[in-house]
Antibody
């Protein structure tokens, strides 16, 4: 059974940092592209970032570029999102999701982890 | 950047057909994926590559894509179909793009 389990969310002050993790199991993690998608309270889905299967290529939404860094450890079957210089508008549930390749659907999703940026 | 436009809400009576549209410039040239999200849950893929259904998704769910509009069609709507639905494409300049979402209400 495919499982994606996010962790690392919580309350952080504006300007602070947080690192999210996404532990994968039940599939060949190293063969899949991985994405982070967020959803602010009561709002829609917004794509944040993606990384290719071997970690050599990354992409970011303009709203997080220069502040967030996506990475992966294929030996540990884990995806990461390092979030720096956090703002109130980064408050959201953050989901990790898998995809076979570029342009492929996000076929499996984690349950999400809530990040709250507030003083 | 590429923009996808969905109606905020669609209402349908049980047993009828719901159609949720997703508009985008020449979207017919792109592959469209659709997700269902129920309250407090993660999104679930219901249609991929315009019209394919993942295993476990009822045949009542179907999709089409042409010109500037993609459509998710849900036949014989049930109360359990009530959810938010999102379309999504990949764009070479924007990477992954989601529509704003449509709340399906079963009357």
């Amino acid at each position: 059974e495919v499982q994606l389990v996010e962790s690392g969310g919580g309350l952080v002050q504006p300007g602070g940092s947080l690192r999210l993790s996404c532990a994968a199991s039940g599939f060949t993690f190293s063969s899949y592209w991985m994405h982070w998608v967020r959803q602010a309270p009561g709002k829609g889905l917004v794509w944040v970032s993606r990384i290719n299967s071997d970690g050599s290529s990354t992409s970011y939404a303009d709203s997080v570029k220069g502040r967030f860094t996506i990475s992966r450890d294929n030996a540990k079957n884990t995806l990461y999102l390092q979030m720096n210089s956090l703002r109130a508008e980064d408050t959201a549930v953050y989901y990790c999701a898998s995809a076979h390749m570029t342009a492929a659907p996000l076929d499996y999703w984690g349950q999400g982890t809530l990040v709250t940026v507030s003083s | 950047s590429y923009v996808l436009t969905q109606p905020p809400s669609v209402s349908v009576a049980p047993g009828k057909t719901a159609r949720i549209t997703c508009g985008g410039n020449n979207i017919g040239s792109k592959s469209v994926h659709w997700y269902q999200q129920k309250p407090g849950q993660a999104p679930v893929l219901v249609i991929y590559y315009d019209s394919d259904r993942p295993s476990g998704i009822p045949e009542r769910f179907s999709g089409s894509n042409s010109g500037n509009t993609a459509t998710l069609t849900i036949s014989r709507v049930e109360a359990g179909d009530e959810a938010d639905y999102y379309c999504q494409v990949w764009d070479s300049s924007s990477d992954v793009v989601f529509g704003g979402g449509t709340k399906l209400t079963v009357l």
